[in-house]
């Protein structure tokens, strides 16, 4: 006979304000199986916990229900507290009246009424708990970082200082990323490149580091502590190993009118190219879409002037396997583009701006490429379209970002802060000109960043003026700028020579396509979603996939470098143990039910399931059925939901259980 | 008039199913050759398991060998796959059943041989079996056959068969009822199912159905309610039509069998539509390791989920 106690928590007032706790607690004490009920204000507090341990040993319980917050909020907080009172831990169960109820109920009667029958379905559901042994399994302590700009860069360097191996994967051939285009940065305008290249030459000649740039991930199986990934190695026509990386297949290739990606596609390169002068690795691609050989047949003189022999034509695209324990997601940000948008997509451009063809309307990225000393002009800022040096320049904030009429609602974060830092920028270089910069308002929280705003008003001579701009056309050689001064309550007109916009920060295309490979979850944005907004910031909610960087939302180098760290801390902490103690909420095989169809092997995304042989006492094979290896299984249940005949049972989520739970209702 | 369908080809098949089957069974190739034979009733026939290549003679293939004998392989006679290699008479529909079978663990292709049948069609379950065959008579699967003639069988008669244009019955019915308002639809198919006496013969006879302990039967937790009353009825053929999409290739043994006439080869032909639109996969076609419902691919249809 089970002797349940029933712990009704406040929750301060969250849940109180809309649930009539007492009551709760005095009807579902009169539940059959219900020895004990009682509420508390903050039952996750100390005097709370203490309350619920006295009681078990007090009254005798043998199951306990905790009705409050969210089982993903406080469910080990509460079992800790149930085992330290001499109970197996997986007979405490959590039901949900916060998220569940008194959250999304305003009716004070209702909300009560319906927490009744929430705690009422957990008291009918625990019945049937059974006592779960541990589980412990292996940790690979070996990590994997996807994405080598400044956040994939930290999270590996620290966790390769911990004396960890670090596989560091990046899809362009060089690692740098972002940060490595940009040309200062706020607060403290020191130049992104000489803080950023030897951070990059570190990760090269780090000796717990593999460094694969120009590669995926394919494919990613596996769970906490024991993840196999697949990992594509594109062709990069270079033999990696041979090469010196001393640069005379770049000078001597005759295509050298590409569009540099990295230059934001106003510098050019060569076909056989590095991104950039202190790219890591210094080992060139071949761009084979612009490759005369790969088009013609003809050409190959790089292979014919590569000392070591280095250039391979033949080279193709490699699979490796790697076995890795913990992951960390960095894989960054793209920039909105005002550009008329496909059909369908929510992100709509700037028909207004003339959809991204007036050629001095660029974005800020690639005026930090203009202002760049590694830029294709040398740090000099001039026009795209003919050279000449802008004299009057207008920046325009909030480009898609908190537009929601443009599909896009949040704000950007970095915006406000590098378009100061454009204009001073600007007024640096071109002392004659002007700089205007069209605002909603200036977000400036972070250590020194308000002063650093201020600064370009008031010392730079940049002019700040609150309204957007509603269109922007081409009038001889001038860019006209057509906004409001709503200060003023004016409409402005300013004939510019160059336009910048401060456009969006969106997630890395394929985004989504990465998170479905890797099982983790992302918003409507295709930003990457942490497993808690405030308490679980750089965690994923799949165990082991950790989040560094833009790729989780908008944010500054200072909170991207903070956030990596973080996030190598927590690999850190995983890895700090030999065996890793995992939930023994795994799912069973009735074996002498199953057909062996193996359906649930097919569906399963851990590869837990088995085929076990059943033989009788002379080893006759009598039949193959499924057996769940719980140091796999991962708890989903999507086996138990596939199974036609109902032969797996899911502990604690078990069709009898979750029968009972419908006919308490 | 109505056209009539040639089934002359018949019993030239039959007198080569008999010698393939005296052959492989005097050679020990098969232990046991699964077919069809003679019946009492005048022109009907039945399955027959015969083990010796003296008995390959009462083999026959007529109009009137409507089972699909895939059913014996799985649960029917359920010790016939333990003794070795066996010999199977199919026809174009009963192979995609073991193909279905094969890719679900259920049979093993080197454990059978198969001698397949270029049918041109068999009689529907309402006609008497000595009829003759004609476009009125044939079965409403075999209007809409895409397998008069099996593949990738160990032995095929060299008989061709012959597969006139009809009306497809069960595409005109679909088309009927997707053509319905929800509420008419459902009004259709509740009368259907108030018919059920939950006898369980689609189940037994489907060859996809070959669950030791079939849910249904279940009662910790009772699932499907056991008496024949409307609403577990509805639960009962919609657990079956479920569990059949992506598998059932529509050899319509349930609908044969059914005896208060539930069109349910129309239910699974409603959902093999569903399968063909959305992941353009058509079930009995090759081995596959993954059905359509049991995989997922990033191409995969997610419009639903925002």
Redesign the interface.
């Known amino acids: 006979m089970s002797r349940i106690g029933v712990f009704i928590c406040h929750c301060g007032e969250n849940i109180s304000r809309t649930v009539d706790v007492e009551r709760v607690a005095r009807e579902v004490g009169l539940l059959p199986g219900v020895s004990f009920s009682t509420d508390y204000k903050y039952m996750c507090s100390d005097p709370g916990q203490n309350l619920l341990k006295n009681a078990i040993q007090e009254q005798k319980l043998t199951h306990i229900v905790v009705a409050a917050c969210s089982p993903r909020m406080h469910e080990k907080t509460f079992r800790k507290a149930v085992e330290a009172a001499g109970l197996n831990p997986f007979l405490c169960e959590m039901a949900n009246i916060r998220e569940h109820c008194s959250w999304v109920h305003e009716n004070k009667e209702e909300a009560t009424v319906k927490a009744v029958e929430i705690v009422g379905m957990m008291v009918e559901r625990i019945k049937k708990n059974r006592i779960l042994p541990g589980i412990t399994v292996p940790v690979t302590k070996r990590s994997l970082v996807i994405g080598g700009g400044i956040a994939g860069i930290q999270a590996a360097l620290d966790i390769a200082d911990c004396g960890h191996e670090v596989i560091l994967v990046e899809r362009e051939p060089s690692i740098g990323g972002h940060m490595a285009q940009l040309s200062e940065t706020f607060p403290t305008l020191d130049c992104s490149q000489c803080i950023m290249t030897p951070k990059m030459v570190d990760v090269a000649n780090h000796p717990k580091i593999t460094l694969h740039t120009f590669s995926e991930v394919e494919l990613v199986e596996g769970y906490i502590g024991n993840f196999q990934v697949t990992i594509k190695k594109k062709a990069r026509s270079v033999d990696e190993d041979k090469c010196t990386g001393c640069g005379v297949c770049m000078t001597k290739c005759p295509q050298k009118k590409i569009p540099n990606k990295f230059d934001q596609n106003i510098g050019l390169r060569t076909a056989i190219y590095v991104p950039f002068p202190q790219a890591v690795p210094n080992t060139p691609v071949i761009d084979r879409a612009n490759c005369t050989w790969f088009k013609t047949g003809k050409c190959g003189v790089c292979q014919k002037v590569c000392g070591p022999g280095a250039v391979d034509f033949e080279q193709e695209d490699r699979l490796i396997v790697e076995a890795v324990g913990a992951i960390v997601v960095a894989t960054g940000f793209d920039l909105y583009t005002i550009d008329e948008k496909p059909k369908g997509s929510a992100i709509k451009g700037y028909g207004e701006f003339g959809h991204g063809k007036i050629p001095d309307v660029i974005d800020g990225m690639t005026f930090e490429r203009l202002a760049s000393a590694s830029g294709p002009t040398g740090g000099k800022i001039l026009r795209p379209s003919d050279g000449k040096e802008p004299k009057q320049i207008v920046f325009i904030q909030c480009i898609g970002s908190r537009a929601r009429e443009k599909g896009i609602s949040y704000c950007s974060k970095v915006c406000c802060m590098y378009t100061a830092k454009h204009t001073m920028l600007y007024h640096h270089k071109v002392h004659d000109g002007q700089a205007y910069v069209f605002f909603m308002d200036a977000r400036t929280p972070g250590k020194s960043y308000d002063e650093f705003w201020r600064r370009s008003i008031e010392e730079e001579e940049a002019v700040y003026i609150r309204g957007m701009v509603s269109r922007l056309y081409q009038k001889g050689d001038k860019i006209v700028v057509m906004g409001s001064d709503i200060a003023v309550g004016v409409q402005v007109e300013i004939e510019a020579d160059m336009v910048v916009l401060a456009t969006a920060i969106q997630p890395q295309k394929g985004a989504d396509t990465l998170a479905q490979k890797l099982g983790i979850s992302y918003d409507k944005y295709h930003f990457y979603s942490e497993a808690h907004a405030k308490l679980r910031p750089v965690e994923c909610a799949t165990a082991g996939i950790y989040l560094a960087g833009a790729c989780q939302g908008p944010k500054d180098i200072p909170e991207t470098v903070s956030q990596a760290s973080a996030a190598a801390a927590k690999v850190m902490t995983l890895f700090s143990k030999d065996q890793l103690e995992r939930e023994p909420i795994v799912a069973r095989v009735r074996e002498a039910g199953c057909v062996g169809c193996f359906a649930c092997k097919k569906v399963c995304a851990y590869g837990a399931i088995e085929e076990k042989e059943i033989r009788d006492r002379q080893g006759n094979l009598i039949k193959t059925v499924a057996y769940v290896n719980p140091g796999v299984c991962a708890g989903c249940g999507t086996c138990q939901a596939t199974c036609p005949s109902k032969c797996v049972e899911l502990d604690g989520y078990t069709d009898e259980q979750i029968v009972a739970m419908i006919e308490a209702l | 008039m109505t056209q009539s369908i040639d089934t002359s080809s018949y019993s030239a098949i039959t007198e080569a199913i008999q010698a393939e089957a005296q052959r492989v069974l005097g050679d020990g190739t098969v232990t046991a050759v699964i077919g069809y034979a003679a019946a009492r009733r005048k022109g009907s026939a039945q399955p027959i398991v015969i083990s010796q290549a003296d008995d390959a003679a009462r083999l026959i293939f007529t109009p009137a060998c409507v089972n699909n004998l895939a059913v014996y392989l799985t649960k029917a006679k359920k010790e016939i796959p333990r003794n070795g290699r066996i010999g199977i008479v199919v026809k174009g529909c009963d192979l995609k059943a073991l193909v279905g079978l094969m890719g679900?663990?259920?049979l093993k292709r080197e454990n059978l041989y198969l001698i397949g049948i270029p049918c041109s069609g068999v009689l529907a379950s309402t006609i008497q079996p000595d009829t003759e065959l004609t476009a009125d008579t044939l079965a409403s699967k075999c209007r809409e056959c895409d397998a008069h003639q099996p593949t990738g069988c160990d032995f095929v008669p060299p008989q061709l068969p012959v597969a006139p244009e009809l009306e497809k019955k069960y595409q005109a019915e679909i088309s009927r009822l997707e053509a319905l308002t929800p509420a008419e639809r459902w009004a259709y198919w509740k009368e259907q199912f108030a018919k059920c006496i939950k006898c369980y013969a689609c189940r037994q006879v489907c060859p996809f159905c070959?669950?030791?302990?079939?849910?249904c039967d279940?009662n910790?937790?009772?699932?499907v309610e056991t008496t024949p009353r409307p609403a577990g009825n509805t639960a009962w053929h919609i657990v079956r039509a479920m569990?059949l999409a992506g598998r059932c290739a529509g050899c319509a043994e349930c609908e044969r069998v059914c005896p208060m006439d539930i069109p349910l080869n129309l239910l699974n032909r409603k959902m093999a539509k569903e399968l063909k639109e959305l992941f353009d996969y058509e079930a009995g076609f090759e081995v596959n390791?993954?059905?359509p419902l049991?995989?997922?691919t990033?191409k995969d249809d997610q419009s639903f989920i925002?």
């Open positions: 679900e663990s259920q070959f669950c030791e302990q079939c849910l279940r910790k937790p009772q699932m569990h390791d993954k059905g049991t995989m997922f990033e925002k």
